[in-house]
């Protein structure tokens, strides 16, 4: 493990890289469910904002709709998000740059013209499916 590692041992580290930035399984069940009812869509397209670069977990160029599906551990979940206690003040200050981030990228978003949803991960994917068809029906897609 390289001395300067933000991680606590090197188990830790491994399971840490393991983690996958795209193609989450809520995020592959969305999309799966979404083309399934005929939506075509973007996955993890990047969107210029200027200084600001997004990549939305699910894009809908033409109706100008960026769908997160953030994991309530990486997003700090209100309902389900923990904090860890190993390594505790590096965590906190990761999870909350995090938060922050997702916010900017929101607001900037917005700003663009873009509608923007986020979904937690733990959202039921009927639920998720149905939010996402009324933002489009919204939009006029």
Not at 118 to 137: F, K, M, S, Y
């Given at each position: ?90 965590w ?9 981030r ?39 897609h």
């Open positions: 493990m390289p001395p300067e590692s933000w991680a606590s041992s090197p188990a830790t580290r491994r399971s840490m890289l393991g983690n996958k930035r795209a193609d989450t399984k809520p995020e592959v069940a969305l999309r799966s469910a979404l083309h399934a009812d005929g939506y075509r869509f973007c996955k993890d397209h990047r969107i210029d904002l200027g200084t600001i670069k997004v990549r939305p977990d699910i894009v809908f160029t033409r109706a100008k709709v960026a769908i997160f599906v953030d994991g309530c551990y990486w997003h700090s979940c209100p309902e389900h998000g923990t904090q860890p206690k190993a390594n505790a003040e590096f906190a200050s990761k999870l909350a740059r995090n938060v922050e997702d916010r900017e990228q929101a607001e900037a978003l917005t700003r663009a013209g873009w509608k923007v949803q986020r979904l937690w991960e733990h959202v039921p994917l009927d639920e998720a499916l149905a939010i996402v068809a009324a933002l489009l029906a919204d939009r006029g």
